[in-house]
């Protein structure tokens, strides 16, 4: 399973798992270790699962050692699903979470956590917001209240880097970067949970992410997406779902309309690899 592992402060159960699957981007890392040692909420672990050939990772989190509970494992094995799934297998923490290493905590963001989850005992998971380095809406427009997550609304108020759950499930390792199919592991994942549990979003919980323009995305991120979102709709096969896989087809292919009517040569082909890649993912998944 790993080549090497080190653990630092371990020997206190925390409250919180934050379980980080990384590849080859030690200062992205740094940056979001630098924040959790600002986090007023202190009963909390970190699991950094590194996929990296190089110790430049390793080194990083030495650099923290002192300051934070934290378990690094080395593996061999590509995938994101794959090296949660393994950091999940050592996670102490009642509540789960899993930060992309390029995304950070606000001081409050764990102290939020845990009143949510102190205040909603039953919920499996709660989903809260993605935001700039300033609170405002990244991604897209998230609700400004609380509300339960259904098998119809969760796709419109959610992400993995601000989901924090209770559940034991594991990722499905044929999604995700790395994986066949590139993305919507996170999907796949809260649409298990919210059929059989209680799944909820609120805006009091804020993580910060760097801000992508769609226009920008590079291509193999479009090709990505857009398979994963296909596959999962597929091993999915339900109501809501071909619901979902409709409007999305929809808007896509009125996206790729608007960009080729005025001219817009890049962004008509990211459309357009959008909206080719979802089908692709959708015929090619086979469902067991």
Request: glycine content about 6%.
């Amino acid at each position: 399973m790993s080549s090497s592992e080190s653990c630092t402060g371990c020997l206190d159960k925390p409250l919180i798992s934050l379980i980080v699957a990384t590849l080859d981007r030690c200062s992205d890392v740094d940056r979001l270790l630098d924040s959790l040692t600002r986090q007023v909420f202190k009963e909390f672990e970190v699991i950094l699962i590194d996929q990296s050939k190089d110790t430049n990772t390793q080194k990083v989190v030495e650099k923290y050692g002192q300051l934070l509970n934290i378990r690094y494992v080395r593996i061999a094995e590509a995938g994101t699903s794959n090296a949660r799934n393994i950091g999940i297998g050592f996670a102490q923490g009642d509540i789960k979470a899993f930060p992309d290493d390029d995304c950070l905590y606000y001081p409050e963001t764990l102290t939020n956590v845990n009143y949510l989850f102190n205040k909603h005992k039953n919920a499996d998971i709660i989903v809260g917001k993605v935001c700039d380095i300033d609170g405002n809406n990244l991604l897209r427009k998230w609700p400004k209240t609380s509300r339960k997550m259904t098998r119809f609304n969760f796709y419109f108020m959610f992400s993995a880097v601000s989901l924090f759950s209770r559940s034991s499930g594991r990722f499905d390792v044929e999604f995700g970067p790395g994986s066949i199919y590139g993305a919507a592991e996170d999907a796949d994942y809260l649409y298990k949970e919210i059929k059989n549990g209680l799944c909820l979003y609120s805006p009091e919980i804020k993580v910060y992410h760097a801000e992508e323009k769609t226009d920008r995305m590079p291509i193999g991120k479009v090709k990505n997406y857009s398979m994963g979102l296909g596959a999962f709709c597929k091993k999915n096969l339900e109501f809501p779902i071909v619901i979902l896989f409709m409007l999305s087809l929809l808007y896509i292919t009125f996206c790729l309309l608007l960009a080729m009517l005025n001219k817009r040569e890049n962004e008509y082909n990211l459309f357009k690899m959008g909206l080719t890649m979802r089908i692709k993912g959708f015929l090619s998944y086979k469902r067991g």
